[in-house]
């Protein structure tokens, strides 16, 4: 068959950064979208590295269990944003595009010896595409073409409160308790030249609302007087959404403009995956972090509505087999020269990262694309005459997806973020 158009990527690049989407990615139209990696300000240099990390002045929401080691005297506050381009390429054709979006924001502190606590709102999974491909429905000269239109947007997003205890030297416990809600739009439109030919177009709506909840716990194993090791580990339960998916097909005559509506409802469907990680830090003087995780999501599991025609019978059904379980695995980590040091380059932080993750999607029952991703920033000390505590965290992440006979997709994103630290439960003395 005979193509106009190998695949003309059409994307929406006039997003602002409080935009709802956090993507531009044609492959965020599968399963739940494409999945947020949820770093904070810290770690976003690392590629999301957090599972064995315990800091005094940063939020890792990632492991609940690291707010034990959180200031006594301090209230943290952070936000971040990114602004990102991406490059699509399938065969001879590239397509470029380009936005932003606000990230997240994260509160700690800690409320006792041993006891903290954390608050935010951050990401779970992204949607936004919108782009055709137009073909001749034969070989036949100036014949009939077809246009096939997709497009998509939305996510899930999460506001939660956790605490952390460090009920003895060496381990601490925490748990996030969050509420997951959001919607996801999709549709695909089918249009032909000839206008004696039907269009038809399947719209694909689904709104979650529903609770997630995240365990942890961090075990502190001493090396020498200067080092240790934090193992991390985190899990989060599979449970029911209970949301109600639809399908809504119209088939419509150009040139009478009739149209035939059919809608179809599936109650009471789709769940969250069981989600398990594990890692491991190295802390040297506080100087030197290095680390090493890696994220097991259980999606192979997961049952996933779809559309089809059965001997001219059209149905939408619960479907397994649509989704692939998720590993990831994620090395990086930090250099600062001296922390409590007088000069602005002592308190420097250099970060790096990188990470492999597999396909958690299918696309036609061949499994999406790997995702490889590079990272590397600073943390900058913010220096005043009444803080120095707070930091601008900055970094560059390269991110690559890519599958045999797909689009190769390669990204660029500009993370900032801005960690306020303040002193709001110090104690002055009146003289």
């Not at 990615?25 to 399963?31: A, D, H, T, V």
């Not at 690291?66 to 990102?84: E, K, M, N, P, R």
Request: with cysteine; net charge positive; proline share 3%.
């Amino acid at each position: 068959m005979k193509k106009i158009s190998l695949l003309t990527l059409a994307f929406l690049t006039t997003m602002g950064l409080w935009a709802q989407s956090g993507t531009n990615s044609p492959y965020s139209q599968y399963g739940y979208g494409c999945l947020a990696e949820q770093p904070s300000g810290f770690n976003t240099a690392m590629n999301g590295l957090s599972q064995g990390f315990r800091l005094h002045n940063q939020v890792n929401y990632t492991n609940p269990a690291s707010y034990s080691a959180l200031d006594s005297l301090t209230f943290i506050f952070d936000v971040g944003a990114s602004g990102w381009m991406s490059n699509y390429k399938e065969g001879g054709v590239k397509k470029n595009a380009s936005s932003a979006n606000f990230e997240y924001a994260l509160g700690a502190f800690r409320v006792a010896k041993g006891v903290g606590v954390s608050f935010g709102l951050v990401p779970y999974s992204n949607v936004g595409y919108n782009y055709f491909n137009t073909q001749d429905v034969s070989e036949v000269e100036n014949s009939t073409t077809y246009t096939n239109t997709y497009s998509g947007d939305g996510g899930l997003h999460e506001v939660f409160l956790g605490a952390a205890w460090q009920p003895v030297k060496y381990v601490s416990i925490g748990a996030n308790i969050g509420y997951l809600w959001g919607d996801i739009n999709r549709s695909i439109i089918n249009s032909y030249s000839d206008a004696y030919v039907n269009t038809l177009s399947k719209t694909y709506y689904m709104e979650v609302n529903s609770y997630k909840l995240d365990l942890g716990a961090q075990f502190i194993v001493p090396v020498n007087r200067n080092s240790d090791i934090t193992i991390g580990v985190t899990f989060s339960p599979k449970h029911k959404l209970k949301t109600d998916p639809e399908c809504r097909v119209v088939s419509t005559n150009s040139s009478t403009g009739v149209s035939d509506t059919a809608l179809y409802v599936l109650n009471d469907v789709l769940d969250l995956p069981a989600s398990f990680a594990v890692g491991a830090t190295y802390n040297h003087r506080n100087k030197l972090r290095l680390g090493f995780d890696y994220q097991l999501q259980k999606f192979g599991d997961i049952e996933m509505p779809q559309y089809s025609v059965v001997n001219n019978v059209p149905q939408y059904s619960l479907v397994k087999g649509l989704l692939n379980d998720r590993s990831r695995y994620t090395f990086g980590g930090e250099y600062c020269r001296k922390e409590d040091g007088r000069r602005f380059v002592d308190k420097v932080r250099y970060r790096f990262g990188a990470s492999y993750a597999t396909p958690y999607i299918k696309i036609n029952g061949v499994d999406g694309p790997k995702e490889v991703s590079l990272s590397a920033g600073f943390g900058l000390p913010i220096i005043n005459n009444y803080n120095n505590r707070s930091m601008l965290n900055i970094s560059g992440q390269w991110t690559r997806r890519s599958a045999t006979g797909m689009i190769r997709e390669n990204e660029f994103r500009i993370n900032i973020g801005l960690t306020f630290n303040e002193k709001w439960f110090q104690k002055f003395k009146v003289q």
